[in-house]
């Protein structure tokens, strides 16, 4: 039975994927060294079709790492000499501030009930925080924070970093990068692909930190410190072998994703999210763990079913269609269910059907 998976990562593959892996095969990309031509051209077109499709500004740069993970923690290293700040809304947002603490840092966090009305744009970031940390779609929770308000945070706290996780909103998320310092994903959800590749995408006032906490004499890193990414992506470089095969479908994706135009994408994610969300709000066993509708994620869709999780994700199983338990302790009463480019409407409908 064919399977269609609508967990939260790793998750559905990208239609195209069988085909792209194929022709890096015959390409021999998986021989390819990572210090010829060839290798930084794949680098280049990556970084620039990405800043296309996501409308990121020429000057930032582009990074390879190994998941989103190490980026929470490259960024906690690189950016901050003594205090960062942490918006918590679930699960991750708490990873990356256990992250600062298990690095030495002083950790300022304040956890939000995603339940509750917040104004994220009027939070007060203690004065002495250096760098502002925000899970912009808890996947845990399945917790969407408005692009806009984030936007207004930084405006208001001009002389601090702000890094956002856009792990699981990716590509959908449209943030305006002026705002934003940092921003890291990993592939094996919002692109389709498989895991072990994580992108860092940073601002020219970010390296200007990094260089001034390098200057200082702090320890910043080793060999993936964001100073050692950042100095050989100027010459589309890594520190080590990096992923290969991945930036390679990466930037295969990235291509077809711009053909297919990102309005259009955003615009298929919206009317997925409402038949998904439509469907749990008028049921009469279930219904979307996070209410208040600004902040339900259209991506990770996370719906409170009263315990029945481990039944309801059997039953679908058997039906081939894969989605994933609530996260932690919600395991029995959350099931998790992904809406990115690769999960079909079509599909979609057909899921549904078993869960009324
Ligand atoms: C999946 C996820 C991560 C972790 O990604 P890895 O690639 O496993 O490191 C971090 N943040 C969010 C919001 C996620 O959904």
């Not at 966090?109 to 203690?126: F, S």
Request: proline content about 4%; charged content about 25%.
């Amino acid at each position: 039975m064919v399977k269609k998976y609508f967990t939260v990562g790793p998750s559905q593959i990208y239609p195209k994927l069988p085909m792209i892996l194929n022709n890096a095969v015959k390409q021999d990309i998986l021989s390819l060294s990572h210090r010829g031509s060839e290798f930084k051209k794949i680098y280049g077109q990556t970084s620039d079709r990405l800043k296309l499709l996501l409308r990121i500004p020429k000057d930032y740069q582009v990074l390879f790492v190994s998941s989103a993970l190490e980026a929470m923690e490259r960024t906690i290293q690189g950016l901050v000499e003594k205090r960062s700040f942490h918006l918590i809304t679930g699960a991750f947002g708490k990873s990356w501030a256990k992250i600062a603490i298990q690095l030495g840092k002083e950790v300022e966090t304040l956890e939000v009930d995603p339940n509750i009305e917040v104004k994220i744009d009027e939070i007060k970031i203690p004065k002495n925080s250096e760098l502002i940390c925000i899970t912009q779609n808890e996947t845990s929770l399945g917790v969407y924070l408005p692009e806009k308000k984030i936007e207004e945070l930084r405006k208001k706290n001009p002389g601090k970093i702000l890094a956002v996780d856009i792990v699981s909103s990716v590509p959908y998320v449209n943030l305006n990068f002026k705002y934003i310092d940092v921003a890291f994903f990993s592939v094996q959800k919002g692109f389709g692909l498989p895991a072990g590749l994580g992108v860092i995408i940073i601002s020219p006032r970010a390296l200007e930190k990094i260089e001034e906490l390098f200057k200082k004499g702090l320890n910043t890193g080793s060999y993936h410190s964001l100073k050692n990414l950042f100095s050989k992506a100027l010459e589309f470089q890594t520190p080590e072998t990096p992923n290969v095969l991945t930036i390679y479908l990466l930037n295969e994706v990235l291509k077809d994703m711009l053909k297919i135009g990102i309005k259009k994408i955003r615009q298929q994610t919206d009317k997925k999210a409402a038949v998904l969300y439509n469907f749990f709000e008028n049921h009469k066993n279930y219904s979307p763990f996070i209410k208040i509708k600004k902040f339900q994620s259209k991506t990770t869709l996370v719906i409170d079913v009263n315990g029945n999780s481990e039944k309801l994700r059997k039953k679908l199983s058997k039906k081939g269609f894969v989605i994933a338990s609530g996260y932690g302790d919600n395991k029995q009463n959350h099931i998790r269910i992904a809406n990115f480019p690769t999960q079909t409407l079509k599909d979609i409908r057909k899921m549904l059907k078993y869960l009324v």
